[in-house]
């Protein structure tokens, strides 16, 4: 046990440590070297959509919704996390799940703090459980040929989108998007 870990966790200082303190990081086989001494945490980015902003509020591109703080099930009768496919995937790099968000229309980007499991793969993660811990929207407006910068979101087509001051129109601004989930909002500080 590492000491400072322990003493952290013994003093309860926060719910962090506390996470830290129970993740168990499996190696891949196709991953890249893990060194147990380098992974305490692991912050992964991954591309969702945003559908509702109540219950399950994230959709994955191809299937699946979590909410902000989730497990994975299962739908094997037995699963081996070590070989199975479920669990929460996410990218390592934030500029890859950017170059990611730019093939996707409507799509956000999240940055989501994974444990429980997690297996280290040579571009991402996939892990048991997670927690969404930051909402990135893209800086532009949604609308067709619109250049204008994010105010908020508006639902189209069932997703969340962005809408600038100019188009927006039964919208909800950052700042109420932000405090309605519990989550820091940020607009990506780049063009995509
Ligand atoms: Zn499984
Ligand atoms: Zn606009």
Do not use: W
Not at 37 to 59: E, Q, V
Not at 68 to 97: H, T
């Amino acid at each position: 046990m590492h000491d400072i870990i322990m003493q952290l966790f013994n003093e309860s200082i926060s719910k962090t440590y506390d996470i830290l303190f129970k993740r168990n990081y499996i190696y891949h086989k196709k991953s890249i070297p893990y060194d147990a001494n380098t992974f305490y945490s692991a912050t992964g980015y991954k591309i969702a959509y945003l559908a509702d902003l109540d219950n399950f509020p994230f959709r994955g591109l191809v299937h699946g919704s979590y909410s902000i703080n989730d497990k994975a099930i299962c739908n094997k009768n037995s699963c081996d996390f070590l070989s199975c496919n479920c669990g929460f995937y996410a990218f390592r790099d934030k500029k890859r799940a950017v170059l990611e968000l730019n093939k996707h229309y409507g799509a956000l980007m999240l940055e989501v703090e994974l444990y429980s499991e997690i297996i280290i793969h040579e571009f991402g993660y996939r892990s048991k459980e997670q927690d969404v811990i930051r909402l990135f929207l893209p800086n532009k407006c949604s609308k067709f040929l619109c250049k204008n910068n994010t105010a908020g979101l508006f639902l189209k087509y069932n997703r969340y989108q962005t809408i600038c001051t100019a188009h927006k129109n039964d919208y909800i601004s950052i700042r109420d998007l932000s405090n309605k989930l519990g989550l820091e909002v940020l607009v990506l500080s780049y063009n995509i």
